[in-house]
DNA sequence: CCGTATCCAACAGGATACTG
DNA sequence: CAGTATCCTGTTGGATACGG
C-alpha cells in the first residue's frame, strides 16, 4: 500500500515535469524556476511576505522592525517590487505624520501558502543538510 | 462547502504562521525561509536539480547542454555546493575519458518536489502578475 | 571530459544624509 | 513617519586559460 503510493507520486511528479519542460520548449522564453529566482530571489522579498502574512495590514516601520537587518533603503526597494507585481497593496493615509500601511492580495496570499511549504520542507530538513555538510567538510580533512 | 474549505485552509495557514514564529524566537539563529535563500536563491541551483529530476543520472556536459547559459565554472560551483548539502550524489567512473554522473539523492528528490509546486504557481500566477505590473508601470505615465 | 585558477565587470544592497 | 538621493563596498558570476 505504501509502496502504491509512493509509486503514483513518482508517476506524477513525471508529468509534471514532461508538462514543465514541454511548455518550456514551446516558448522559449518561458521558464517559470528563472521567472521566480529573478523575482524572489533577492535577500527580502520572501521576508516581506511571511511578515506581512503574519502581522496583516502593517505600517513601513513596524514592518521594518520585524525584518531583523533591513535597511530603510531596501524595505522600500522591496516593497515597491512586490506592489508593482500584484502581490501586495499600498495604502497612503492623508494624516499628519503620514501613515501608510501594506497588505498582502490574495496573489500575495497564494505566495505565502507555497513559502510555508518550502519553509516546512527547509525546517524538517535542516537536520540532514547539516549533517550531510558536516560528512562533506570532514573528509576534505 | 467551498467557504468551508477555505477557512479550514485560513486556519491551517495561520496555525502554520504562528508556530514558524514561534520557533523563530526560540531560537534567534533559526530562520527557514533566510536560509532558503542563502542556500538555494542562487542563479542555477534550482534550475540543476529541476534538470537532475528530468534526466536521472546526468554527466556534467551532458547538464551543461540542458541548463542554457551557465558556464563551465558555475556549474562546478553549484553541483559542489548541492553534494556538500547531500542533495546530489556525484559518481566517478575511472575511465578515459573520465565519466563523472550526478544525480538526486532522496532528500534531493524532496526538494524537487517542492520546487515543482513554486514552478507551477509560478506559471499558474504569471499572466497575473504580469498583468499588475503593466498596470503599475502605465500608472507612472 | 571534467574540471581548477585567475581575473574582472556588474549589480545588489548597506551607510549616511536629506525631504515632504 | 515614510520615504529619496547619493555614495560606496562586497559578492556573484562570466570569460578565459590551463591541468589531470
Redesign the interface.
Known amino acids: 500500500m505504501e509502496v502504491t503510493i509512493a509509486e503514483d507520486q513518482a508517476i506524477d511528479?513525471h508529468k509534471?515535469?514532461e508538462i514543465?519542460?514541454h511548455?518550456k520548449e514551446e516558448n522559449h522564453e518561458?521558464c517559470?524556476?528563472?521567472?521566480?529566482?529573478d523575482?524572489f530571489?533577492?535577500?527580502w522579498s520572501?521576508?516581506a511576505i511571511?511578515n506581512l502574512?503574519?502581522s496583516g495590514k502593517t505600517r513601513f516601520n513596524e514592518l521594518k522592525g520585524k525584518i531583523e537587518g533591513i535597511s530603510q533603503r531596501m524595505l522600500t526597494v522591496t516593497l515597491r517590487s512586490l506592489?508593482?507585481?500584484?502581490?501586495i497593496t499600498r495604502t497612503i493615509y492623508a494624516e499628519v505624520p503620514p501613515r501608510v500601511e501594506y497588505e498582502l492580495t490574495p496573489?500575495g496570499k497564494?505566495?505565502?501558502?507555497?513559502?510555508?511549504?518550502?519553509?516546512?520542507?527547509?525546517?524538517n530538513?535542516?537536520d540532514?543538510?547539516v549533517?550531510?555538510?558536516m560528512?562533506?567538510?570532514s573528509k576534505l580533512q
Chains 1, 2 share one sequence.
Open positions: 511528479l509534471k515535469l514543465f519542460f511548455v518561458f517559470p524556476v528563472r521567472d521566480i529566482m523575482r530571489g533577492d535577500k520572501l521576508l511571511l502574512g503574519n506592489e508593482r507585481d500584484g502581490l496573489l497564494g505566495l505565502l501558502q507555497q513559502i510555508m511549504e518550502l519553509a516546512q520542507w527547509a525546517a530538513s535542516m540532514e543538510i549533517k550531510a555538510r560528512d562533506y567538510d
